[in-house]
């Protein structure tokens, strides 16, 4: 059982910035492939950037330019930077972990992000 938990969210004014980081368990980390998602009320999840074992990353249309994945292996932890946030960043972000063996997904409980003045 792998253990994915996020942190930093929180209330931020529009154009602010923040930073997510999940944490996902097990000595094979460095095989995961992690993907953020996010939830706003009324909305279905949606993917918003994802980056793979190797660390090439890949970003939602929306997010492109301004968020920014990136992993440390050595913390088993990948970080999403997150700046010019708007209004419709608000949502619940949920931090995935695909494990290749034995091919299974895990997530976290989520973290709140809301973007307001």
């Known amino acids: 059982q792998v253990q994915v938990v996020e942190s930093g969210g929180g209330l931020v004014q529009p154009g602010g910035s923040l930073r997510l980081s999940c944490t996902a368990s097990?000595?094979?980390?460095?095989?995961?492939?992690m993907d953020w998602f996010r939830q706003a009320p009324g909305k279905q999840r949606e993917f918003v950037a994802g980056i793979s074992s190797g660390g090439s990353t890949n970003y939602a249309d929306s997010v492109k330019g301004r968020f920014t994945l990136s992993r440390d292996n050595a913390k088993n932890t990948v970080n999403l930077q997150m700046n010019s946030l708007k209004p419709e960043d608000t949502a619940v972000y949920y931090c995935?972990?695909?494990?290749?063996?034995?091919?299974?997904?895990?997530w976290g409980q989520g973290t709140q992000v809301t973007v307001s003045s």
């Open positions: 097990g000595s094979g980390f460095k095989m995961y492939s």
């Open positions: 995935n972990a695909y494990v290749p063996i034995p091919s299974r997904e895990y």
